[in-house]
């Protein structure tokens, strides 16, 4: 039986809430909605000092040992929105299996950061 991933987090720029995604026979998947980052698309030449936190971010769920992180490529921390920083996005929307009995909840891999996909990287990286 997998045990439900459900953290607060508040801070003086980010406000959580928990929301559920999905239900399988009774187990609630959770995921934090972060509201305060900006939304991230693809787009190579623009730098963001959000893009370094994103890519720090994803490098630490790399390094984590998850069940699934092999998915998320070690990548530069360069604040540039690229393919690279892209595939780690949609690994990351597609990332559900954590390991042992824990998992969290699949986003669409659409590859943009949006708030949901600000609040798994933030849970995952901060686990």
């Not at 042992?100 to 891999?109: F, I, K, R, S, V």
């Amino acid at each position: 039986m997998a045990k439900n991933i459900n953290r607060s987090v508040s801070t003086t720029n980010k406000s959580a809430g928990t929301i559920t995604i999905d239900d399988f026979g009774g187990l609630s998947l959770y995921l934090e909605s972060y509201k305060g980052e900006p939304t991230l698309r693809y787009n190579q030449g623009t730098y963001s000092s959000y893009v370094v936190e994103l890519q720090h971010e994803l490098n630490i769920i790399h390094d984590s040992g998850f069940s699934d992180s092999y998915l998320i490529k070690h990548i530069d921390e360069d604040g540039y929105f690229g393919s690279d920083t892209l595939s780690d996005v949609k690994a990351l929307q597609a990332f559900s299996f954590i390991g042992g009995e824990d998992y969290c909840a699949e986003l669409t891999q659409d590859g943009i950061v949006g708030q949901y996909t600000w609040g798994k990287l933030n849970m995952l990286a901060n686990e």
